[in-house]
């Protein structure tokens, strides 16, 4: 009896909204891309300098996959400063 109850659990939680991915392995590869080339000092920004910050080049990587129509969110919009 035992296990039937612990199924029942697992089938609950995996139906929980929210549950899914939020990006999509395209974007993760994109984004892994990036972060290999940034580890080995290849990765410039924009302006020709090389990126250091990890979370530049991991928006980096997803604006790459936006631009390749892989499935994820829109960017976050930017506030406005009045």
């Known amino acids: 009896m035992p296990a039937a109850k612990k199924s029942a659990t697992a089938k609950k939680s995996a139906s929980k ?4 991915r939020k990006y999509s392995p395209k974007a993760s590869k994109s984004v892994e891309r990036e972060m290999r080339a940034m580890k080995e000092g290849k990765l410039k920004s924009s302006s020709g300098q090389k990126v250091t910050n990890p979370k530049q080049a991991i928006a980096i990587g997803l604006s790459e996959a936006r631009k390749s129509g892989a499935k994820m969110p829109p ?7 009045s």
């Open 17 to 20: 909204k929210g549950s899914g």
């Open 75 to 81: 960017p976050p919009k930017k506030a406005a400063n």
